[in-house]
């Protein structure tokens, strides 16, 4: 699966920090450097695939690094910022 962003939704860079801004709802969020890696990565590559090459360029164990992408996805979607969609040709 891959995350998307939701229409009407930009990821924009904000005085060196990335933040993510709903035209629809007027909210933003903003996000540290590791979350918006994190957001560029799922984005790309697919969450599998995104947590495999983030846990091997932190170093830190697979798992965690899951779970903390799990969390982001489940935050961004909850707050109407990012969508899941599954992957074309997979």
Do not use: H, W
Not at 1 to 29: A, H, N, Y
Not at 33 to 42: P, R, S
Not at 49 to 72: F, G, H, S
């Amino acid at each position: 699966m891959r995350l998307q962003l939701t229409p009407g939704t930009t990821l924009t860079l904000v005085e060196g920090k990335s933040v993510l801004f709903s035209v629809k709802s007027g909210d933003s969020f903003g996000l540290n450097e590791t979350a918006a890696e994190m957001l560029k990565m799922a984005r790309e590559e697919g969450l599998a695939k995104a947590a495999k090459r983030l846990a091997q360029d932190y170093d830190a164990p697979l798992e965690e690094i899951r779970n903390d992408l799990d969390e982001l996805v489940g935050e961004l979607v909850r707050l109407k910022f990012a969508q899941l969609a599954t992957a074309q040709g997979s």
